[in-house]
């Protein structure tokens, strides 16, 4: 049996010569780098600086200069220890790095952290202008406080303070002091308890009014928190002469509460005269709020006298965006006397755009002026927009596309050339984010004549998301082939065989919804090529046996276009293969869209539904799809109605 000393002897002398057999990888060893070894070296200083081990990246540091992605890991090691940093370090990081996005968010986690570390007169030394956040605004004038500026530093508190809404934690010390040293005065609680009316904000009414002690300002306080929960009571408040400015704002406040809970009996107090005593500038701002009001509500629930004053209202209203709505229910009802005068009322430079001159067109031929009718729609033929196609097709004329080419001056880029390495390597490494914040940020400080270019370099690197996000930038309208990218066609020419759709439709769906971005996610958690909710793909995936594991497969193109071509199927099979109902429902839902068919009662035809969709964005959203379906065609060759006879023929 071997002694113990022997053993021990024999095990150092194993870990030597494996410590001497060990092989030295070339980033540490010193050779040259190929990319996938700058890849693994780049990875492995991420995990050190995510540890805080700042010293192990710098000792390999110059093994990564070539690399274009380190200067991401600058970034991160900037933000380790950042509250022990002088100002003038953090500054010149951010001139130096000016062509990064990154450089555009240093300043908030520096101030955050001089402000955890309370080192105010740095932050000051630092931030010398007020900043635009409300947290950060917070912390500018703590550091005014802590920093002996009293004066400003209250100044800067009573702008924080005076919000209808509750303000950011931050604030609370500032705050604090504020209300130690000299007191919130009644009037600015009131202040802020009209500005939390405004915001709808109840509960911090609620809190603000026992702050109020003297007899005058509790009264007032007290009407207000009444108006908000009864603001017929406002009908007390207009019997008693003239009111002061403070009772004016009371009452217009409620009376547009009252417009938009009961406007009928907001009408009555019109008609009844009890707003006499109102100035002409807040009877005419709630007369349009009102009439604004009465617009939604069906023509049948309103009497005639209702109508009259409404229609008089807006008639001698400023407001174009309420003439529009005024304009649209007169389609809604086909009153096509009353679209012809409607339109006409309308300012010179709204009333000559393609929607509106497609409408006074339409207007003046259902009324017997069919030559000036016929004369409007064809001006609006052969240009880029869903009245000129719709026109077009009213006429029953073709129409086409002509592209005028676009010359490529790589000299143009060149001096890019370091950014588009660093998006490239971020796109092939899936550091999807980052890339759309390289090139937005690319974009924004280039000539239009460079984004021209980088649109097209971006469309030959089949970055399909980032050649629209350029053509959007550099207002490249007609240029389609770079607007419009192929982008995934073999899968959606796949899944609209699988599922007996047209391909155009799928590809313009995910052109509207996601500019062909797979990885793109909504306010609303919205996500992928076709933007759907991971609620609406685990019940598609449920109940047509779809493979799907979790809202991550979402960005997976393949899985979203399944996912979403079968949605889009199902909704086209509830609206008997109606596109215009199903890219509303794909939209707004189907039951908004079942309940705007019930409302109009198949009175409508396709043009008409179209335009008086109440909800904008869903309005743009169905015309914005049909006109990418023309200009899909355009570039796939292939054939194909901007409207099918059955949408056409459909009363809605």
Same mark, same amino acid.
């Given at each position: 049996m071997m002694s113990n000393r022997f053993e021990s002897y024999l095990v150092v002398l194993c870990l030597i010569l494996a410590a001497c057999c060990v092989v030295v990888s070339p980033a540490i060893a010193g050779g040259k780098l190929s990319l996938e070894e700058q890849r693994q070296l780049y990875d492995q200083a991420q995990q050190w600086l995510d540890n805080k081990h700042v010293r192990k990246y710098y000792r390999v540091k110059s093994r990564l200069e070539a690399y274009p992605l380190t200067p991401y890991l600058d970034y991160r090691s900037i933000l380790i220890?950042?509250? #022990?940093?002088?100002?003038?370090?953090?500054r010149n990081f951010i001139n130096s790095h000016a062509e990064f996005p990154f450089s555009n968010r240093i300043t908030a986690p520096y101030l955050e952290a001089l402000a955890r570390h309370k080192k105010w007169s740095v932050?000051? #030394?630092?931030?010398? +202008?007020?900043p635009r956040q409300e947290k950060y605004r917070c912390y500018y004038y703590t550091a005014k406080l802590k920093t002996g500026n009293k004066p400003e530093a209250f100044r800067g508190a009573q702008s924080l303070w005076l919000s209808g809404k509750s303000v950011t934690d931050e604030c609370n010390e500032l705050f604090s002091s504020w209300e130690k040293s000299e007191g919130i005065s009644e009037k600015l609680v009131l202040e802020r308890m009209f500005l939390a009316f405004e915001q709808r904000q109840y509960s911090l009414m609620r809190f603000l009014k026992k702050k109020i002690i003297s007899d005058d300002? #509790?009264?007032?306080? *007290?009407?207000?928190?009444? +108006?908000?929960?009864?603001?017929?009571?406002?009908? #007390?408040?207009?019997?008693? *002469?003239?009111?002061?400015?403070q009772m004016l704002r009371l009452v217009g406040l409620g009376l547009k509460k009252l417009a938009f809970q009961k406007p009928a009996l907001a009408y009555q107090f019109v008609q009844q005269g009890k707003l006499k005593y109102l100035d002409s500038k807040a009877r005419t701002a709630f007369f349009e709020y009102l009439a604004g009001i009465l617009l939604n509500e069906d023509d049948i629930k309103l009497s005639e006298s209702m109508k009259k004053w409404r229609d008089n209202v807006i008639s001698s209203s400023q407001n174009t965006p309420l003439l529009e709505r005024r304009i649209r229910e007169e389609i809604r009802y086909g009153k096509w006397s009353g679209i012809y005068d409607w339109v006409n009322k309308l300012p010179h430079s709204l009333q000559s755009t393609a929607r509106w001159q497609f409408w006074l067109g339409l207007s003046e031929i259902k009324s017997g002026q069919g030559a000036s009718g016929l004369d409007k729609l064809e001006q609006l033929s052969g240009k880029r927009n869903f009245y000129s196609v719709a026109a077009a097709s009213y006429l029953d004329q073709s129409f086409a596309y002509t592209e005028q080419p676009l010359e490529y001056n790589p000299a143009l880029i060149k001096p890019y050339q370091t950014s588009l390495d660093r998006i490239q390597e971020l796109i092939d490494r899936n550091k999807t984010e980052a890339s759309k914040s390289e090139w937005r940020w690319l974009l924004g400080r280039t000539s239009p004549e460079e984004q021209i270019v980088l649109a097209q370099y971006a469309a030959a690197a089949h970055w399909y998301h980032l050649t629209v996000v350029a053509t959007i930038e550099a207002q490249l309208w007609e240029h389609l082939e770079l607007r419009f990218p192929k982008a995934y066609l073999q899968l959606f020419e796949?899944?609209?065989d699988k599922y007996k759709i047209d391909p155009v439709t799928l590809i313009s769906l995910a052109r509207q919804e996601s500019a062909m971005d797979v990885q793109a996610y909504s306010p609303v958690g919205a996500k992928g090529l076709m933007q759907l909710l991971p609620s609406t793909a685990r019940y598609m995936a449920k109940k047509y046996q779809l493979n799907y594991k979790n809202s991550r497969d979402l960005f997976n193109a393949k899985k979203n276009i399944e996912l979403g071509s079968q949605y889009l199927t199902e909704l086209l099979e509830r609206y008997n293969g109606n596109r215009i109902l199903a890219f509303a429902a794909y939209n707004a839902g189907p039951s908004r869209v079942d309940l705007w068919l019930k409302r109009s009662s198949g009175n409508l035809d396709v043009y008409r539904f179209i335009e008086a969709i109440p909800f904008r964005e869903t309005r743009g959203y169905v015309q914005n799809i049909l006109m990418f379906e023309t200009y899909y065609r355009y570039l796939l060759d292939m054939e194909g109605n901007f409207l099918y006879p059955s949408e056409l023929e459909l009363k809605y």
């Open positions: 220890n950042m509250a #022990q940093k002088p100002p003038i370090v953090v932050l000051l #030394q630092f931030q010398r +202008t007020e300002n #509790q009264s007032l306080a *007290g009407m207000l928190l009444t +108006t908000y929960r009864h603001p017929e009571n406002v009908d #007390q408040f207009l019997k008693h *002469g003239p009111l002061n400015e796949f899944f609209a």
